[in-house]
């Protein structure tokens, strides 16, 4: 299995500003992959992550709100741009595993004031 | 797009079976998953299933897959206080990249 850190776990705050949140996995992966899960709710796809190219995102996720880096095949960051009250969530990454598991990190718990 | 559903809220009596339910719209989905989450915790995977399988068995999981009817269940078998949490399936798209799409999740709670 992988294991996968990110960074920071939480965090609180104000609105206007961005947040970057760290993803380290333990071993090289082609494919990483952002998550969101707002409150109550189930995680939705942001985008996917692939080194040396760039981010593909989902519908309704554009580059300008959420830029994303992916400079090896163990690290990426997703910063959170200008951000509201409605970007209050938890932010996850993920990878996929040698045999089709896909491994997801603890979360960055982000409020928004 | 891919539609994944599941009920919102299981309640079992610690000892007995849960059995918690997944419908999918894609049939072409490669994986399926199960993953666990406690309050404010991240996602733990629990077991998936190859869609060639019919059924998976892993200690107290046992996942059934009915590729007809486009179901995924999880059985817990023996429940604990210690397996209240909340479960989402997760079917992997057989397209692009490959991406998860999340059902709802489904609230379990094991009371004594």
């Known amino acids: ?106 979360g960055s718990r982000l409020t928004v004031l | 797009g891919e539609d994944v559903e599941q009920s919102l809220f299981l309640s079992v009596r610690e000892g007995d079976s849960s059995v918690i339910n997944c419908t999918y719209t894609d049939s072409s989905s490669t994986y399926l998953y199960w993953y666990k989450q406690e309050p404010g915790a991240g996602l733990q995977l629990l077991t998936y299933i190859f869609s060639n399988m019919d059924m998976k068995q892993d ?26 949490a909340i479960y989402f399936c997760a079917v992997r798209m057989n397209t692009g990249f490959q991406k998860l799409v999340f059902g709802t999740g489904t609230r379990l709670l094991v009371s004594p």
Not at chain 1, 25 to 36: L, N, P
Not at chain 2, 62 to 78: E, P, Q
Request: with cysteine; proline share 4%.
């Open chain 1, 1 to 106: 299995s992988a294991v996968i850190s990110q960074k920071p776990s939480r965090d609180i705050c104000q609105r206007g500003t961005s947040l970057t949140i760290q993803c380290q996995v333990d071993s090289q992966v082609t494919m990483m992959f952002w998550y969101r899960q707002q409150p109550g709710q189930s995680l939705t796809l942001i985008a996917t992550a692939n080194q040396g190219s760039e981010a593909t995102y989902e519908s309704g996720f554009v580059i300008d709100k959420f830029p994303i880096s992916r400079p090896n095949l163990t690290f990426s960051t997703l910063t959170v741009s200008n951000m509201s009250p409605e970007d209050s969530s938890i932010y996850l990454c993920s990878v996929v595993g040698t045999t089709g598991e896909l491994f997801f990190g603890e």
């Open chain 2, 59 to 84: 200690q107290r999981l046992t996942v059934l897959l009915n590729k007809k009817d486009k179901h995924l269940s999880l059985r817990i078998a023996d429940t604990q206080t210690g397996d209240s």
